[in-house]
């Protein structure tokens, strides 16, 4: 493989993420989207079996599902996403105020959504999709136009390729690994690999090492030295990515020593199920960032588009609602550019977040009048200022005991969390 030069001065011996140039941008976004589309998404959720009896799933239907290898190839052979619109994508992304996205390149069926060279189970190869269209190279033009970063998630887990379960071939299937994925990065640029799939707890066939791992991420790395990956690369949980993926959970504190994302879906599942209109509600979904970015962590919010392409409405409004909470009154500053504070305990009453000298309190529980709302203090500051974001209403602010009172002159300004915004001194 032909690599480029290291990056001035990006020695990955010594590159920490938590302060590198190349994780800053990923640092400041805070928020994107996640997309599951597939050769599942044909399936919409539910396979119809022989005797009339319905099975259901999403992305996983393959397995969970038992569906057999050329019936699933047959479903693939009808995949035509022709309705797929790139910056319809990348306009609900903008709208939701996320800032990058990360679309499934080839998740555990094998089906490559680009037009790989190393197999034909792809969707150029292995569709009823246009010829010409390459839905990756579109998004990626989508995505530029719009200064939202692209990313890739990618299995290394296949339940296609012949070569995966057998140690004895595995090499082969691994070389097939590595130049499809230099085909991706050299095709689209991607900002990010997001990789999945490396687990073997229950897996047994799946012989994915940390060392495994280490010798993809730095031929990533030779590749384009400014690429993020998540520490699925190795083994999960062994932090030798750039960050961790919490999965449908949010820590219930800051992450000591890792920078971390959270992953979750806008209903119960990845890929598209069309019977499932479980959907979580905007003043959930916005509280969640809230909590994410108090905590220091990026929130990966997943929408599935169904066969035709289409993301589905109640994604689209969830996440407009989303944004629209973001850019009022200047309140996405308690969650772009910010974390943790390193100040003050996370309050019952809502979240936290810092950002130099500023303090985000977005409460969610607005006090009674009159009543303060209690901030404790971790470390030593002092208050020089406090507003609410909008309604400019006064805050009354008094040391109290083990921290600060904010007491509010009136009501909430937003439903979904009120930001008081604190200017701040450490005291050294
Ligand atoms: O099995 C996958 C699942 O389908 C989905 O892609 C999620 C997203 O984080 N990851 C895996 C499970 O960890």
Same mark, same amino acid.
């Given at each position: 493989?032909?690599?480029?030069?290291?990056?001035?001065?990006?020695?990955?011996?010594?590159?920490?993420?938590?302060?590198?140039?190349?994780?800053?941008? /990923?640092?400041?976004?805070?928020?994107?989207?996640?997309?599951?589309?597939?050769?599942?998404?044909?399936?919409? $959720?539910?396979?119809?079996?022989?005797?009339?009896?319905?099975?259901?799933? =999403?992305?996983?239907?393959?397995?969970?599902?038992?569906?057999?290898?050329?019936?699933?190839?047959?479903?693939?052979?009808?995949?035509?996403?022709?309705?797929?619109?790139?910056?319809?994508?990348?306009?609900?992304?903008?709208? %939701? @105020?996320?800032?990058?996205?990360?679309?499934?390149?080839?998740?555990?069926? $094998?089906?490559?959504?680009?037009?790989?060279?190393?197999?034909?189970?792809?969707?150029?190869?292995?569709?009823?999709?246009?010829?010409?269209?390459?839905?990756?190279?579109?998004?990626?033009?989508? %995505?530029?136009?719009?200064?939202?970063?692209?990313?890739?998630?990618?299995?290394? &887990?296949? /339940?296609?390729?012949?070569?995966?379960?057998?140690?004895?071939?595995?090499?082969?299937?691994?070389?097939?690994?590595?130049?499809?994925?230099?085909?991706?990065?050299? #095709?689209?640029?991607?900002?990010?690999?997001?990789?999945?799939?490396? /687990?073997?707890?229950?897996?047994?066939?799946?012989?994915?090492?940390?060392?495994?791992?280490?010798?993809?991420?730095?031929?990533?790395?030779?590749?384009?030295?400014?690429?993020?990956?998540?520490?699925?690369?190795?083994?999960?949980?062994?932090?030798? $990515?750039?960050?961790?993926?919490?999965?449908?959970?949010?820590?219930?504190?800051?992450?000591?020593?890792?920078?971390?994302?959270?992953?979750?879906?806008?209903?119960?599942?990845?890929?598209?199920?069309?019977?499932?209109?479980? &959907?979580?509600?905007?003043?959930?979904?916005?509280?969640?960032?809230?909590?994410?970015? @108090?905590?220091?962590?990026?929130?990966?919010?997943?929408?599935?588009?169904?066969?035709?392409?289409?993301?589905?409405?109640?994604?689209?409004?969830?996440?407009?609602?989303?944004?629209?909470? !973001?850019?009022?009154?200047?309140?996405?500053?308690? +969650?772009?550019?910010?974390? =943790?504070?390193?100040?003050?305990?996370?309050? #019952?009453?809502?979240?936290?977040?810092?950002?130099?000298?500023?303090?985000?309190?977005?409460?969610?529980? /607005?006090?009674?009048?009159?009543?303060?709302?209690?901030?404790? %203090?971790?470390?030593?500051?002092?208050?020089? @200022?406090?507003?609410?974001?909008?309604?400019?209403?006064?805050?009354?602010?008094?040391?109290?005991?083990?921290?600060?009172? !904010?007491?509010?002159?009136?009501?909430?300004?937003?439903?979904?969390? #009120? +930001?008081?915004? !604190?200017?701040?001194?450490?005291?050294?």
């Amino acid at each position: 493989p032909t690599a480029r030069e290291p990056g001035p001065g990006t020695d990955y011996a010594t590159d920490d993420p938590f302060t590198s140039a190349r994780t800053d941008w /990923w640092r400041q976004d805070r928020f994107g989207m996640f997309i599951h589309f597939g050769a599942y998404s044909q399936l919409e $959720g539910e396979y119809r079996r022989a005797d009339g009896t319905v099975c259901r799933d =999403a992305e996983w239907i393959k397995r969970n599902c038992q569906i057999p290898m050329s019936e699933y190839e047959d479903a693939a052979q009808d995949f035509n996403p022709s309705s797929f619109d790139a910056k319809a994508v990348v306009k609900a992304a903008k709208d %939701a @105020g996320q800032r990058y996205i990360v679309i499934t390149s080839k998740h555990h069926d $094998g089906y490559a959504m680009w037009p790989t060279k190393q197999n034909t189970w792809n969707l150029r190869d292995h569709s009823s999709f246009d010829q010409r269209r390459d839905i990756l190279a579109e998004l990626k033009s989508a %995505a530029d136009a719009a200064g939202i970063k692209l990313g890739f998630y990618y299995s290394i &887990w296949d /339940w296609h390729d012949p070569d995966f379960a057998d140690p004895a071939t595995f090499p082969r299937y691994e070389k097939r690994m590595y130049a499809q994925l230099k085909e991706l990065v050299d #095709s689209y640029h991607p900002a990010l690999l997001w990789f999945d799939g490396e /687990w073997d707890a229950d897996n047994p066939t799946n012989r994915w090492s940390a060392q495994d791992g280490e010798r993809l991420q730095s031929y990533l790395h030779g590749l384009d030295p400014d690429l993020i990956t998540n520490n699925r690369v190795g083994k999960r949980r062994v932090v030798d $990515g750039d960050y961790g993926t919490p999965e449908q959970e949010i820590p219930d504190a800051p992450v000591d020593g890792q920078l971390w994302e959270s992953c979750m879906t806008l209903n119960g599942h990845w890929g598209f199920a069309k019977y499932d209109q479980d &959907w979580k509600s905007p003043t959930t979904l916005t509280r969640n960032l809230l909590d994410i970015a @108090g905590r220091g962590g990026n929130y990966l919010l997943n929408v599935g588009p169904d066969k035709l392409g289409r993301v589905p409405q109640p994604s689209v409004d969830r996440l407009r609602e989303i944004g629209s909470w !973001l850019r009022t009154s200047g309140q996405g500053r308690a +969650v772009y550019g910010a974390g =943790a504070t390193g100040l003050v305990d996370e309050p #019952s009453w809502g979240a936290v977040s810092r950002s130099g000298d500023r303090l985000y309190a977005s409460v969610t529980s /607005w006090p009674a009048a009159g009543q303060p709302l209690h901030l404790t %203090a971790k470390a030593p500051f002092t208050v020089t @200022g406090a507003r609410v974001l909008g309604s400019g209403q006064r805050v009354e602010v008094a040391k109290a005991g083990d921290g600060f009172d !904010l007491t509010p002159s009136g009501g909430p300004a937003d439903d979904i969390a #009120s +930001v008081i915004e !604190l200017t701040v001194k450490p005291v050294p």
